[in-house]
């Protein structure tokens, strides 16, 4: 019998690195894969995907620090120090040469962390996430970063804010305990603190441009062709840098993972398969 992906997602958690993570995880399998939360989500923005993606490996989940349920380190919210403690995550599940989907914030920190530890990572699979030098994003990520300071958004209750994230999910409505979940994970000053991640954009994001041609690792970057947060301009960008990069364009706005859920699977298990040495476009 095959489990829904709502029954399939049994979040757990455990301290790694001083910090409570929450995780989900499937079956043993040959293969393993660290899956990473996309903002403002959690874990549960793998539920269209979740059974798929077991059916290919061993997955563990995880709400990075400060973001979906996991405890918060100021220290660990940009982009290089979250690449670090991916590392630790990969070590503290003892996931050998595990494939990595960071789909949204995980996109640099994934780079980074593949930079960081040179063949730990079998692939990539990344995009949706802020990495074009200069900075370009749009609509109200754009306002986040750029913002002076963060205490008007002290202001603002951060349910309003998912729920206007949520609304611009085309065709996926999230499951009542997915929508629940989002709700609850940003609660009195969580989302305007992991606010503080994307904020470090502009000073990181030259950093790791300066490290893409250094990074072997195979990369699929899946972008959505009318994502207007964050433009396909920033998977392009990434791809003309990567020695091992492939860009997947697929006919959706920014949620990829979840309004194109069965493509997004698709391309994610290809790549595992036979992701190595590959380079190009896809359509």
Wanted: aromatic fraction near 10%.
């Amino acid at each position: 019998m095959t489990l829904t992906a709502q029954s399939a997602i049994r979040p757990q958690f455990r301290t790694i690195d001083g910090l409570s993570i929450r995780f989900a995880e499937s079956e043993p399998h040959t293969a393993d894969a660290l899956l990473l939360n996309p903002w403002p989500e959690s874990i549960f923005a793998y539920e269209p995907t979740w059974s798929r993606l077991a059916e290919h490996a061993h997955l563990v989940a995880v709400d990075l620090p400060g973001f979906g349920h996991s405890e918060r380190r100021d220290s660990l919210l940009s982009p290089k120090t979250m690449g670090e403690f991916i590392v630790r995550l990969a070590d503290a599940f003892e996931l050998e040469k595990p494939h990595v989907v960071g789909p949204d914030i995980g996109t640099s920190a994934a780079l980074f962390a593949a930079s960081i530890a040179p063949g730990r990572f079998g692939t990539l699979v990344i995009g949706s996430g802020g990495s074009a030098v200069p900075v370009q994003l749009g609509g109200v990520l754009r306002e986040w970063v750029e913002a002076p300071d963060l205490e008007p958004y002290r202001h603002v209750d951060p349910r309003q804010v998912i729920e206007a994230a949520m609304s611009s999910l085309e065709r996926y409505t999230p499951s009542a305990e997915a929508r629940e979940d989002y709700l609850a994970a940003y609660l009195g000053d969580r989302f305007v603190e992991s606010m503080r991640y994307v904020r470090t954009y502009p000073e990181q994001l030259p950093v790791l441009r300066d490290l893409l041609p250094k990074i072997q690792t195979p990369v699929l970057v899946i972008t959505g062709r009318r994502d207007t947060f964050v433009p396909p301009v920033n998977a392009e960008f990434l791809v003309a840098r990567l020695p091992h990069g492939k860009l997947a364009v697929i006919d959706a706005a920014h949620f990829t993972w979840e309004d194109a859920a069965e493509e997004y699977a698709a391309l994610t298990t290809s790549w595992w398969d036979g992701a190595s040495g590959r380079s190009g476009t896809t359509t």
